[in-house]
C-alpha cells in the first residue's frame, strides 16, 4: 500500500487548505485512515481519524469544529479540509492507514496501530 498526501501550502490564518490522502497498491478499502501532523523537536500529534465505514470520526479537541476529514471510496482518497487555520496548525500533516479491528476504535489516536504512511505534506499558517 502506497499513500500519497498532497494539498499542503502556504495560508495566512483564518484561512483553509484541503489535503488529499491518495492510496493505491493492495488498498485496504476497509481499512481506518488517520491524519497526524508533526513540527521539529516534537512527537507526531494525532488529528483526526475515520471509521472504514466513514461514519465514525475522531478528532483531535485541538481541532475540534474546524477540521472535516471525508473519505472517497471509488477514488481510494482520504480529504482532510481545514478552516479556520491558525499559526499553531503549522507542521508536516502524515495520513496513515490501519486495519480497523473490531474493538481498537479506542486506540485511534495512536500513530501505533497504523501500519501504512504517506510521505507527508508541509502546511504553513503565517499570522
Known amino acids: 500500500v502506497q499513500l500519497q498526501a498532497s494539498g499542503g501550502g502556504l495560508v495566512q490564518a483564518g484561512g483553509s487548505l484541503r489535503l488529499s490522502c491518495s492510496a493505491s497498491?493492495?488498498?485496504?478499502?476497509?481499512?481506518?485512515m488517520a491524519w497526524f501532523r508533526q513540527v521539529p523537536g516534537k512527537e507526531r500529534e494525532f488529528v483526526v481519524a475515520?471509521?472504514?465505514?466513514?461514519?465514525?470520526?475522531r478528532y483531535a479537541d485541538s481541532v475540534k469544529g474546524r477540521f472535516t476529514i471525508s473519505r472517497d471510496y471509488d477514488e481510494n482518497t482520504v480529504y482532510l479540509q481545514m478552516n479556520s487555520l491558525k499559526p499553531e496548525d503549522t507542521a508536516v500533516y502524515y495520513c496513515?492507514?490501519?486495519?480497523?479491528?473490531?474493538?481498537?476504535?479506542?486506540?485511534?489516536?495512536?500513530?501505533?496501530?497504523?501500519?501504512?504512511w504517506g510521505q507527508g505534506t508541509q502546511v504553513t499558517v503565517s499570522s
Open positions: 496513515a492507514s490501519g486495519v480497523d479491528l473490531l474493538g481498537t476504535w479506542t486506540h485511534s489516536h495512536l500513530h501505533g496501530v497504523y501500519d501504512y
Open positions: 497498491g493492495r488498498t485496504p478499502s476497509t481499512g481506518r
Open positions: 475515520v471509521r472504514s465505514n466513514g461514519a465514525s470520526k
